[in-house]
């Protein structure tokens, strides 16, 4: 079953501005991580938050966490055109399982 | 660190025939993940390895795909015989046994087109 829904599925956006992604899940987490996907690379890890923390910055990027609605948001401030890239939601049960990923959000930052 | 790597970068085969892809974690992490995007939806989990140990092969859709990991090194996923559906991005991550980090480590992934 689907575990994460992202919204917006995409987003454009000029550089400079700020971009906010969102993330739904279904189940108990105990962590949630935000990964981007540039064209025709993999998937790089950008920031993992735990259940038990509210909200964590890592430079430019901005991520909160809600376990009561089960939700999760990616801002990116000051966007860059090197931004544009595919950007998922991640959850992991234990340290060794699984990845249950979102759609995707595909966000064009135009120069 | 030479980081995981996947061949090839993209296979365009017919219906019906046979693929085998190819992932190289990075050395010395037991555990490999295989996964998959198929028409631009969400990223699913196919299978993972500890070693060569199959831990989990809950998300391998049918008998069509199999997996190997000979050796506890790098490991192939064969595709026999290639159906339409199958076109996507197959991903291979790894990651160190133990500790308490979540993050795995991608591949850049290949694309399989079946025609």
């Known amino acids: 079953s689907q575990q994460g829904e992202e919204d917006p599925q995409a987003l454009s956006i000029q550089e400079g501005e700020n971009a906010t992604m969102n993330c739904s899940y279904k189940t108990s987490i105990n962590n949630l991580q935000w990964y981007r996907q540039n064209s025709g690379r993999g998937l790089v890890h950008l920031i993992l938050?735990?259940?038990?923390?509210r909200e964590k910055h890592s430079g430019r990027l901005r991520v909160t966490l809600d376990t009561s609605k089960k939700s999760s948001s990616l801002l990116i401030t000051a966007s860059r055109a090197a931004d544009t890239a595919s950007y998922f939601c991640?959850?992991?049960?234990?340290?060794?399982?699984?990845?249950?990923f979102g759609e995707g959000t595909q966000l064009t930052v135009n120069p | 660190e030479a980081g995981v790597t996947q061949f090839p970068s993209h296979s365009v085969i017919e219906k019906g025939q046979t693929v085998t892809l190819r992932c190289d974690p990075i050395s010395g992490h037991d555990n490999l993940y295989w996964y998959r995007r198929v028409m631009g939806k969400e990223i699913k989990f196919l299978l993972h390895f500890v070693k060569e140990s199959k831990q989990d092969e809950s998300g391998m859709p049918n008998n069509r795909f199999l997996a190997e990991r000979t050796g506890g090194t790098y490991s192939t996923l064969k595709v026999q015989p290639a159906e339409l559906e199958d076109s996507g991005v197959y991903f291979c991550?790894?990651?160190?046994?133990?500790?308490?980090?979540?993050?795995?480590?991608f591949g850049p992934g290949t694309r399989l087109t079946v025609t």
């Open positions: 938050i735990r259940s038990n923390e």
């Open positions: 991640a959850t992991g049960e234990t340290s060794g399982s699984r990845l249950t």
């Open positions: 991550a790894s990651k160190p046994q133990g500790g308490a980090s979540y993050e795995q480590y």
